[in-house]
């Protein structure tokens, strides 16, 4: 059974910065970021390739998120960033593959 | 944020069969497969669906995708109270971002 395992709850003051680790037991060809405030549905952030460390960024997180093979960094939180943080293993090679294994989720508090 | 619009709630009653639909634009689900998802609160979700109609291994056949046009809709069949759950469905944009629904909350009445 493949898992994915990412790093322990994390609490921020606006402006810091966080980290989020991402361990898989098997990977295919990418990984992708997926967070989910609050109460809100699914909100896809960036993507890695694990083979080449290419990477993709969604509009709205560029600028502030960087991706590597082992982790994801969000800069300069805001309140609005406290969410559950999610990586994902792409099923297959190419665009538009989904995800068929999940981290058990990092949850990230952005408090002053 | 969601560019994929689901309803936010749908109900149905043990062994009733209940739809969910999912719709977008051309520039995703009119051009690109169609996922879902299941998240049981509290935990990550789960690949239900995908390539509008594909099932990985271990999903009952109860559950069914369908897509036409810029529409899709997640099918379930025999409804059981461990059905309960968010379901979600997304897909790749020409934009290159992924867009999800706003997700669905189905109770089992």
């Known amino acids: 059974q493949v898992q994915l395992v990412q790093s322990g709850a994390e609490v921020k003051r606006p402006g810091a910065s966080v980290k989020v680790s991402c361990t898989a037991s098997?990977?295919?060809?990418?990984v992708s970021w997926v967070r989910q405030a609050p109460g809100q549905g699914l909100e896809w952030m960036a993507w890695?390739?694990i083979y080449t460390g290419n990477t993709h960024l969604a509009h709205q997180f560029q600028g502030r998120v960087t991706v590597t093979t082992a982790y994801m960094e969000l800069r300069n939180l805001r309140s609005d960033d406290t969410a559950v943080y999610f990586c994902?293993?792409?099923?297959?090679?190419?665009?538009?593959?989904?995800?068929?294994?999940w981290g058990q989720g990092t949850l990230v508090t952005v408090s002053s | 944020q969601s560019m994929l619009t689901q309803p936010p709630s749908a109900s149905g009653t043990p062994g009733q069969r209940v739809t969910i639909a999912c719709s977008g634009s051309?520039?995703?689900?009119?051009?690109?497969?169609v996922h879902w998802y299941k998240q049981v609160p509290g935990a990550a979700p789960k690949l239900l669906i995908y390539?509008?109609?594909q099932r990985p291994s271990g999903v009952p056949d109860r559950f069914s995708g369908s897509k036409s046009g810029t529409s899709a809709s997640l099918a379930i069949s025999g409804l059981q109270s461990e059905d309960e759950a968010d379901y979600h469905c997304?897909?790749?944009?020409?934009?290159?971002?992924?867009?999800f629904g706003g997700g669905t909350k189905l109770t089992v009445l």
């Open positions: 994902a293993r792409d099923r297959f090679y190419g665009s538009g593959s989904p995800f068929d294994y």
């Open positions: 098997a990977y295919t060809y990418g």
């Open positions: 890695i390739n």
């Open positions: 051309s520039s995703n689900i009119g051009s690109n497969p």
């Open positions: 390539s509008n109609n």
């Open positions: 997304a897909a790749w944009d020409d934009s290159l971002n992924w867009v």
